[in-house]
């Protein structure tokens, strides 16, 4: 049964950091492309960032590049999600989502976990 499990959301003032977690089971992570995405209530999901099978390559939204920093530890089935410089628009519900296909710009993924919430205030 695939799982992926996110953690690590709370609730930060802006301009500090989190780092949000991923734990993943049930498929060879090792093979899969992993992407971080957020929703608002009300909102369309959107995508934040995504990460190769290997952790080589890299893809960022606009709107978190140079701040966020998406890394995978293939030993631990692991995704991560490094939040700096935090602002009150990046409070969102926060998914990990899990693919077979290859390329990082591909928006469609297979496998996505339940959210972690992240509330920044001003």
């Known amino acids: 049964q695939v799982q992926l499990v996110e953690s690590g959301g709370g609730a930060v003032q802006a301009g500090d950091s989190l780092r949000l977690s991923c734990a993943a089971s049930g498929f060879t992570f090792g093979s899969y492309r992993m992407g971080w995405f957020r929703q608002v209530p009300g909102k369309e999901r959107e995508f934040v960032a995504s990460?190769?099978?290997?952790?080589?390559?890299?893809y960022y939204a606009d709107s978190v590049k140079g701040r966020f920093t998406i890394s995978r530890d293939n030993a631990k089935n692991t995704v991560y999600l490094q939040m700096n410089g935090l602002k009150p628009e990046d409070t969102a519900v926060y998914y990990c989502?899990?693919?077979?296909?290859?390329?990082?710009?591909?928006?469609?993924?297979?496998?996505w976990g339940q959210g972690t919430q992240v509330t920044v205030s001003s």
């Open positions: 989502a899990a693919d077979p296909r290859t390329s990082v710009y591909n928006p469609t993924y297979l496998y």
């Open positions: 990460i190769s099978w290997s952790g080589g390559s890299t």
